[in-house]
């Protein structure tokens, strides 16, 4: 493959830059690195499905929130998933010198 052929999907994986669950504005986890998107995608569906489900249990049993809660971090669970796969298929801009680089002496 060379530079300007872009790997199949299914060679893709997530890169681990996406945070979720905050806790004293740190991030209490992350998205992890190197999971096939396809699998990846996969999972943030069934965690939406869930998420759907607590929602609509939430939306008729009044006396608790806990599926209210349930759903809230799945979705937050979910959207990091997406949010990491998305990075991983939006092209980045090619990376130009900085004013620094380009006053550095060129190697040879």
């Known amino acids: 493959?060379?530079?300007t052929d872009s790997p199949a999907p299914s060679e893709l994986k997530t890169i681990g830059l996406t945070p979720l669950i905050y806790c004293s504005d740190?991030?209490?986890f992350n998205v992890r690195a190197g999971v096939p998107i396809v699998d990846a995608l996969s999972q943030a569906s069934d965690l939406l499905f869930l998420a759907k489900s607590f929602a609509e249990d939430a939306a008729y049993i009044?006396?608790?929130d806990r599926h209210a809660?349930?759903?809230h971090y799945l979705t937050a669970?979910?959207?990091a998933v997406?949010?990491?796969?998305?990075k991983v298929l939006t092209p980045r801009p090619a990376?130009?010198?900085t004013e620094s680089?380009?006053?550095l002496p060129e190697s040879q």
Request: proline residues 0%.
């Open 1 to 3: 493959m060379n530079k």
């Open 26 to 28: 740190q991030a209490l």
């Open 62 to 64: 009044k006396d608790t």
């Open 69 to 71: 809660w349930a759903a």
């Open 77 to 79: 669970m979910s959207k």
């Open 82 to 86: 997406i949010d990491d796969v998305v």
């Open 95 to 97: 990376r130009t010198k």
């Open 101 to 103: 680089e380009e006053e």
